[in-house]
């Protein structure tokens, strides 16, 4: 199973910051287990739509040619539990952007209140050495991906 944490992207700036949305509704599968009774958003799943966020904006900096993965997350910060029936921002900022890799600062939001402050680190897997193993199919950036990256793509433009 791959969850995608990300609804909908609000704002795409190629190579510099995301904007994405993910509503917390009972239906979804986690908060049957975590925790009956106490529907609260488990932190490495908050953590993992941070990722996403920042993970496709880096990807999309370098036109989807690298297959992009998490490596380090050196800071982690949460103000407050996260429950069903909230909407989550999740803003993702391009603090460094090389060859090897990249990183993000991302904060979470609920309304105008800061949740959770995520310095994420990830790399660029060597093409020549995770091809011999993965194959040359990009597997982080599916077609669904790549989609929400269009859509953002062109509400911006509509925007502006």
Do not use: C, Y
């Not at 953590?47 to 690298?66: D, H, K, M, P, S």
């Not at 904060?107 to 995520?118: K, P």
């Not at 994420?120 to 991906?145: M, T, W």
């Amino acid at each position: 199973m791959r969850w995608v944490w990300i609804d909908r992207f609000t704002e795409f700036e190629s190579g510099k910051k995301a904007v994405a949305i993910k509503n917390l509704s009972m239906a979804e599968d986690i908060f049957t287990e975590h925790f009956p009774g106490f529907p609260v958003m488990p932190a490495p799943l908050l953590i993992e739509g941070l990722a996403q966020t920042g993970g496709i904006l880096v990807g999309e900096a370098n036109q989807f040619r690298e297959k992009v993965v998490l490596a380090k997350i050196p800071k982690a910060r949460f103000l407050r539990e996260v429950f069903a029936g909230e909407q989550l921002t999740l803003t993702a900022v391009i603090t460094t952007l090389r060859e090897e890799g990249a990183s993000i600062d991302g904060r979470i939001h609920v309304g105008e209140e800061l949740i959770a402050e995520v310095e994420i680190f990830f790399a660029h897997l060597d093409q020549a050495r995770s091809g011999a193993i993965f194959g040359d199919r990009n597997f982080v950036f599916s077609g669904e991906l790549k989609n929400l990256v269009g859509l953002a793509k062109a509400a911006t433009k509509k925007s502006s």
